[in-house]
């Protein structure tokens, strides 16, 4: 893809910071073990283990001449920026920009203690979305979808949670699931997940109409979101795939739901709690 002009300044680069487990004990553990078992995003376990203990580390002003990687994801964020600032005051509302924090190995957010292994997230607490960079190379050598697009695709997905939060709906969706039983709980984070990529889908829309599209990409889009639906993760890690477990949607739901932001550009398209079919 290419990119626009501008950068975002939202970008904390905290990489080479190591953190220190902010919730430490069993809690840590169980959000990890969790984290290993689904593969990627444990957004919806660390909404639910919320805590206060954020230990603000400082963080190196990003080096954006220098690393290709990072001017990158500011490129990105900052095209995110942009989309959502223009959707929401066409609804009237006002967009408030998320940060996007680069960490290596560990890192402490307001949602607790979080290892790179549990893949990029987004925190409601705080507002910031998390990528570890090493997630590229997992993307590239173990899920096999390479390409700049790709991950593009996973911090816009990572803003369709913020999208989210600012609209209320994952707060909506997290106190209805403490009504529910494990797998109904499950559905519901399904379809949160799904969202999250039909909302991914329309950025691609309106980074397509700014012609920041390129041959190729929208493809390299789809192998990542089909690469880490639940089912192909589930079966990788333990050889069958256990669909009450699933919260993030198979690889043809995530497939179909990323398309269809894609291709209406409309965040209406994207109501996949009324859908009847996902
Ligand atoms: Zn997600």
Known sequence: ??????????????????????LGGVGTVVVLLLAWYLGID?????????????SDQPAAPPDLQHDPLVDFVSGVLADTEDTWRAEFAARGGRYVDPKLVL???????????????????????????????????DLRERFAAPGDFAEAYV??????????????????????QQRLSGAQANQLSVKLELQADCLAGVWANRADSRQLLETGDVD???????????????????????????????????????????????????????ATQL
């Open 155 to 176: 911090i816009a997905h990572e803003i369709g949670h913020h999208v989210q939060n600012l609209l209320g709906i994952s707060e909506q969706v997290q106190s209805e």
């Open 1 to 22: 893809m290419r990119l626009g002009d501008r950068r975002s300044d939202n970008v904390e680069d905290r990489r080479g910071i190591r953190a220190g487990p902010a």
């Open 42 to 54: 444990p957004t919806p376990l660390l909404q639910q283990m919320q805590t206060d203990s954020v």
């Open 220 to 274: 390299e889009a789809l192998a990542a979101a089909s690469a880490i639906g639940d089912d192909r993760l589930q079966r990788e890690a333990q050889g069958r795939v256990t669909p009450d477990s699933f919260t993030h949607g198979t690889s043809a739901q995530r497939t179909r739901w990323f398309k269809r932001g894609l291709e209406s550009g409309a965040m209406d398209q994207c109501d996949t709690f009324g």
């Open 103 to 137: 960490f290596s190995d560990s890192v402490s957010s307001a949602c607790g203690h979080a290892e790179a292994a549990m893949g990029p997230f987004y925190c409601p607490g705080d507002q910031k979305v998390y990528i570890d960079l090493s997630f590229y190379r």
